[in-house]
Every structure is written in structure tokens, then in C-alpha cells.
């Protein structure tokens, strides 16, 4: 198994190691990992455990910004988020907004931080992970991510890959100006969403491990019907499918 021990268990809950760099930096938040997004009741139950309240109390920000880049054809999909018809943008929130990522470089802060501190929950899609990434950092929202200590972080697949200090070489598109797989760091883990979708042959438990013997860090392949949830440190995996955890 290229040096990895491979675990599969119906649930796992674990510390995360806050010794790295990039993580004793920016601190722990609370994220919800999805790989596609809120899709069964134990990771719609474990959205709302996060939040700490009904989703229907609760205020909500879509950032579209990873699908405008991705390889294959997203415009739909931009378009449903944008117009809030994305899934995640339909579970009954209180209040919606967008954040398109790309503008905000040319937007005061002082109009847009007020609103993401504000929110119970910031939603960040699928597309393009690295080019995710890049606005992330640019517009100054990766910075900020730390300090919103009431506010949950949904991921979407690229949206929760991006949490990962790398992504793999199977999900560099974009290539960044750094050059490399480097991603935001703020877990001790990478991600490989979609495990085994039938409309994505690539994303086979062969290739997950493939993909796991090249990242430097533990790696969890999730399929559609699993999550990973940190709370306060402690990594959880929800699921009511299948995943693996490669560890070296």
C-alpha cells in the first residue's frame, strides 16, 4: 500500500495535531468537510450540532468562487450558486448572501469583513481547488477564516480540499504562481472527495491510494455520504457510506 496503513471504520473521531506551521499559526476553527455537501440526515444533524441552533435561525454566505476555474464545464453550477439555487444555498437559511471572492481585493473591508464576522455559516463550493485557494488568500478571506470562532465553515468538495496543507498531484488544474500543491493548511489532513462516483471513474479506491502515497500527511477519501467535522481540535468523521483513512 505504497507505505500506508489504510483504516476503514463506520466512524472515527481523533485530535488534530496543531504543531504545524501553517496550523499553530491560524488556529482551529469549526468545519463541516463534505464532499458533496449537506446529503444524508447524519451530516444535515451534525451541520446543525455546529451551528448550535435550527438552520432556519441561521445566516449563511456563498463564496462561488472555485467553479468559475475549473476543468471541466461549471458554468451551471457558478450560475446556481450565485442565484442561490445550489443545494447548500437551499437547506432554509434565515438570510443568504454571496461572496464572490475575485472582487473582493477591490472592495473596502470595512464593507464586506462586518458581514462575514457576522454570519453563523460561510459556504464554499466545489471547481478548482488551487484557484480556490489563491483567491482565498488574495482576498484576504483565509486571513480572516481564524477569527470567525462563532461561524461554521461548510465545505464542498474543491471548498473542502482546500482545507488541506496539500491537494495531490491528482487535483492540481490551475497552476498557482507558487507552483505547487500547497494549499490553506488549516487542517492536518488531505482530502479525496467523491470516492467511487460512478460518474467519476477516476476517483477509485485505486486511485485514492495512489493519491494518498503522495501526500505528506494522513489522508481520508470520502464519498458522497461522508463528512469530516472539527470541533475544538477533534476530528470526526460522519458517515452513512464508505471512506478510508490512509495514515503513514
Same mark, same amino acid.
Given at each position: ?150 461561524? =461554521?465553515? @461548510?465545505?464542498?468538495? %474543491?471548498?473542502?480540499?482546500?482545507? &488541506?496543507?496539500? +491537494?495531490?498531484?491528482?487535483? /492540481? ?41 503522495? =501526500?505528506? @500527511?494522513?489522508?481520508? %477519501?470520502?464519498?458522497?455520504?461522508? &463528512?469530516?467535522? +472539527?470541533?475544538?481540535?477533534? /476530528? ?13
Amino acid at each position: 500500500m505504497c507505505g500506508r496503513r489504510l483504516i476503514a471504520q463506520s466512524s472515527l473521531r481523533h485530535r488534530l495535531n496543531t504543531q504545524g506551521d501553517d496550523i499553530n499559526k491560524k488556529g482551529i476553527m469549526r468545519l463541516l468537510l463534505t464532499s458533496a455537501g449537506i446529503s444524508n440526515t447524519s451530516i444535515h444533524n451534525a451541520l446543525v450540532d455546529l451551528l448550535g441552533k435550527p438552520i432556519a435561525e441561521s445566516s449563511a454566505l456563498c463564496g462561488p468562487c472555485g467553479v468559475c476555474h475549473a476543468r471541466r464545464c461549471w458554468r451551471g453550477m457558478a450560475a446556481d450558486q450565485r442565484t442561490g439555487h445550489h443545494p447548500l444555498c437551499e437547506l432554509g437559511w434565515k438570510s443568504l448572501g454571496v461572496l464572490e471572492l475575485t472582487a473582493l481585493p477591490s472592495i473596502d473591508e470595512e464593507h464586506w469583513v462586518p458581514m462575514v464576522q457576522e454570519t453563523d455559516a460561510l459556504l464554499v463550493g466545489g471547481g478548482d481547488v488551487l484557484y480556490l485557494c489563491y483567491w482565498m488568500r488574495q482576498s484576504g478571506l483565509a486571513d480572516l477564516l481564524p477569527s470567525l470562532r462563532e461561524a =461554521v465553515y @461548510v465545505g464542498v468538495s %474543491a471548498g473542502s480540499v482546500v482545507m &488541506a496543507p496539500n +491537494v495531490g498531484e491528482d487535483f /492540481v488544474g490551475w497552476n498557482p504562481p507558487t507552483g505547487t500543491d500547497r494549499a490553506l493548511g488549516m487542517v492536518d489532513f488531505s482530502l479525496f472527495p467523491h470516492l467511487d462516483h460512478e460518474n467519476l471513474p477516476d476517483n477509485s479506491m485505486a486511485n485514492a491510494e495512489k493519491w494518498a502515497a503522495g =501526500v505528506p @500527511v494522513p489522508g481520508y %477519501a470520502i464519498d458522497d455520504q461522508t &463528512a469530516i467535522k +472539527v470541533t475544538d481540535g477533534t /476530528v470526526e468523521v460522519v458517515s452513512e457510506g464508505h471512506w478510508t483513512l490512509f495514515t503513514p
